[in-house]
């Protein structure tokens, strides 16, 4: 690693222009720092560096005529050594105009400490103020849009420059802030090494630490080669392509860490295009714009920014090799979910005790022959004469999509619930977590099933079971009686709006219930349990006002006994529970079946409230 001495010239011009003058006079700038301020990869031509700080040197030497001007700077110091080695050379020289810059070499270190290099800048900086010289720093901006090996250092970047900012503040140094410019990220800007400015932007580094001290032409001198000329009136808008939501669905998939996962799972072969890219396109346009695949390539991916982005050309996104990219993805499917799982719960701190199961349906145009699962059943999509497939999906109280299975088209949903709940668990783990779904998976074998092998669960009631039992519920709105025998011996209590939404075409009054699944034998006085914040926040209300829900027991049936299918009354048009009745301690909202969150904390054990009295 060479050390370059003390270089210490003086530029003249035999003439000054008029009005060529900056607005301070400077008589010796010094330069201290590692290989950034040395001026490496931008070479002078004779074997040497050229580099920001020369180029500095003589923009300030043009501009007013003469300069003094040494460069210190050593490669591979880190903050320390500079201040250690360098700094009390450049104090002697007495500089009016010193730059500081150092940081860079400390972020690939083990054991990186910005406040210790803010430290060590900021007592540079206060060195040279205090000797009357103008000190320049700047800021390094984030090198992970050049070099993907750089995204672990980005935090530590944002840490180094916020401690910069703060030094320069504290010290009275000029700052001039390259890091919160997207154009300091340009790869144009930089070396093959992607951690070196190349000649062009070390010249730009130097043009902007010009214009922090006014040197006449700096700004002009920045846009130098760049600037054209043009006919309004003879511009056109050729092939515009859209670019702010394919660029942000990239920067989701990268974010929730898929482009690692599938170039992993999907290794890179033969292929003109990686399978692992074909993957993030369908996703993609899903997201943007969902569509066949067809659309996708003769259509949507040309009118998109995102050959510029992944770089693949749009002739080679073909509907053909978009097919073939979903025969590669699907083997795959169960370590995505996983990954997914993994990775959700870590980016929002989603939790899975709430999981909802429905099933539903697609169909297809022909005879899907070389499908075995195509057969015709019910059709939701109200095409009895297509073959179709069944979907099950399972979401989190927030709707985030946990994991799905296809089924055949004449399956049907109650004879699904025992095999779901098996693969999920075996899939993410046991847990006593809530299952809720809706009537269609009501059976007494479910029941049974799920009350033997001690599952907690929330079920719609059949329209005939409600029917049979309404005089049950509507008595059971009495504060004296609020719990009632259900079918299939389950304990159910009635939770109503206290005020009812209006009548439906049978006359019948807008109401929920919900219950236990315990027999009444093991059922426990409602008036000692403790009351849900759902009803606080208005979503829920129990009919007798001052009673309070349970939680110290598990949840059952959830039946409506409206006939209007799972529809929930308007939450703002309810009145809100007194707020003595209802803690808010232990809830979440939730964005699926509003009533959903208020259920939760009747599962909690630990937050019983009253006092404990036998049944």
Same mark, same amino acid.
């Given at each position: ?154 935090? #530590?970047?944002? &840490? @180094?420059?916020?401690? !910069?900012?703060?030094? =320069?503040? $504290? ?7 390259? %890091? ?121 991916? #040309?009118?998109? &920014? @995102?050959?510029?982005? !992944?770089?693949?050309? =749009?002739? $080679? ?7 073939? %990219? ?148 509507a008595d059971s709105r009495k504060p004296a009686?609020p719990w009632i025998a259900a079918p299939w ?127």
């Amino acid at each position: 690693m060479g050390v370059r001495g003390v270089r210490l010239r003086q530029r003249r011009r035999t003439r000054q222009p008029q009005g060529r003058l900056t607005t301070r006079r400077f008589e010796r700038y010094v330069a201290i720092g590692d290989s950034t301020t040395e001026g490496l990869d931008d070479p002078d031509g004779r074997g040497g560096y050229r580099g920001w700080a020369n180029r500095l040197a003589e923009r300030v030497a043009a501009a007013q005529g003469s300069l003094l001007y040494a460069n210190l700077a050593i490669r591979g110091r880190v903050a320390r050594q500079v201040r250690e080695e360098q700094l009390e050379r450049a104090a002697a020289m007495r500089p009016d105009l010193a730059t500081v810059v150092a940081g860079m070499n400390d972020l690939v270190r083990p054991g990186f400490d910005a406040f210790a290099v803010g430290e060590d800048v900021e007592r540079m900086q206060r060195t040279l103020v205090a000797g009357g010289a103008k000190v320049l720093t700047f800021t390094l901006p984030d090198l992970a849009p050049v070099m993907p090996m750089a995204r672990p250092l980005a935090g #530590r970047t944002q &840490a @180094l420059n916020q401690a !910069l900012r703060a030094a =320069s503040r $504290r010290s009275g140094a000029t700052l001039v802030d390259l %890091g919160a410019h997207p154009f300091a990220s340009d790869p144009r800007l930089w070396s093959h090494d992607r951690f070196h400015a190349n000649a062009l932007g070390h010249e730009r580094i130097a043009a902007a630490l010009a214009h922090a001290i006014a040197v006449p032409g700096a700004e002009e001198a920045a846009s130098a080669g760049e600037t054209i000329q043009v006919r309004l009136d003879q511009i056109r808008l050729e092939r515009p392509r859209g670019f702010g939501d394919v660029w942000l669905s990239w920067t989701l998939w990268r974010a929730l860490g898929l482009d690692g996962l599938c170039a992993e799972l999907m290794p890179a072969g033969r292929e003109e295009v990686p399978w692992s890219l074909m993957a993030s396109i369908l996703v993609m346009a899903r997201l943007c714009e969902p569509s066949s695949e067809l659309h996708i390539a003769e259509d949507w991916y #040309r009118g998109t &920014a @995102l050959d510029d982005l !992944l770089g693949i050309p =749009s002739e $080679r996104v073909n509907e053909d090799r978009l097919y073939r %990219g979903l025969d590669r993805l699907l083997p795959h499917k169960q370590a995505i979910e996983t990954h997914l799982q993994k990775r959700l719960g870590e980016l929002f701190a989603l939790e899975y005790d709430l999981l909802l199961y429905d099933v539903t349906s697609t169909y297809f145009e022909g005879l899907a022959a070389g499908n075995s699962q195509a057969q015709r059943g019910h059709s939701r999509d109200h095409r009895p004469d297509c073959k179709q497939v069944c979907i099950a999906l399972v979401v989190t109280r927030e709707g985030i999509p946990l994991s799905y299975e296809v089924f055949d088209g004449n399956r049907v949903d109650v004879t699904t619930v025992e095999e779901i709940v098996g693969t999920m668990e075996a899939r993410f783990g046991l847990a006593q977590r809530v299952w809720v779904m809706d009537r269609g998976m009501t059976s007494r074998k479910n029941i049974d099933w799920l009350q033997r092998t001690g599952r907690r669960y929330v079920l719609g009631a059949a329209r005939t079971e409600v029917k049979r039992w309404e005089k049950a519920f509507a008595d059971s709105r009495k504060p004296a009686a609020p719990w009632i025998a259900a079918p299939w011996n389950v304990r159910s209590v009635v939770c109503s709006n206290e005020t009812p939404g209006p009548p439906d075409a049978t006359g019948q009054l807008d109401r929920r219930h919900c219950g236990p699944r315990e027999s009444p034998t093991r059922m426990e006085d409602p008036s000692r349990l403790g009351g849900t914040s759902a009803a606080h926040r208005g979503r829920l209300r129990p009919p007798h006002q001052h009673q309070r829900l349970g939680r110290g027991r598990s949840l059952a049936d959830l039946r409506p006994t409206h006939r209007r299918r799972g529809r929930l009354p308007n939450p703002q048009e309810r009145p809100l529970h007194p707020t003595h009745l209802a803690p808010e301690e232990g809830t979440r909202p939730g964005s699926h079946l509003r009533l959903l969150p208020g259920l939760r904390p009747v599962e909690d054990p630990r937050a019983v409230a009253g006092p404990s009295r036998p049944w």
